[in-house]
């Protein structure tokens, strides 16, 4: 009898990512058809068969799907034949078998697709100046500088203005006949 390994999946409008955790997989098995069907088998470093046999939600594009080995993962990056969202993984309805969760690592809702979340290029952050728990002591001190010199430069100059008024206020005493 064959074991289902630990699936995980995520999805864009155009691809679906299937993770499929077994360290140390021998004799990987790969199958997938355009109608959506999928088809893993593979021994485990206990040299127990696992297997996964999906029967995906729609259509996919085999020809653009890839697929990755790796020591502890089987990633399988599915092109989806249409490029829309899938309200689930699987064809069938009802509650998804247990060995599969959502790979929240790589989820993305539909609503941030266009926003590209998670997709910052080669943006270098380290020459950004973005601050710290440090920086907000600083800062602190500045706008009180700030604030006392704003009310010395206001004190000064309501004392200029009344400087002002006064000899213009006798300009205009003696100028009365």
Known sequence: MSRHPSTKWAQRSNKVFLTIELPDAKDVKLNLKPE????????????LPYELDLELFD???VEESKAAVAPRTICYL?????????????KKEGKPPVFLKVDWDKWQDEDDEDVG??????????????????DDIEDDDEDDVIEST??????SKAEESKGEEAPAAAAAEEAKP
């Open 150 to 155: 704003n009310k010395d430069e206001e004190g």
């Open 36 to 47: 959506g069907h999928f088809n893993f088998s593979a021994k485990g470093a206990d040299d």
């Open 117 to 134: 979340f998670n997709d910052f290029g080669d943006m270098d952050f380290s020459k950004l100046d973005m601050g710290g728990a440090d």
């Open 78 to 90: 599915i092109k989806k034949a249409e490029s829309k969202w899938w309200p689930r993984l699987m």
């Open 59 to 61: 259509a996919v594009n």
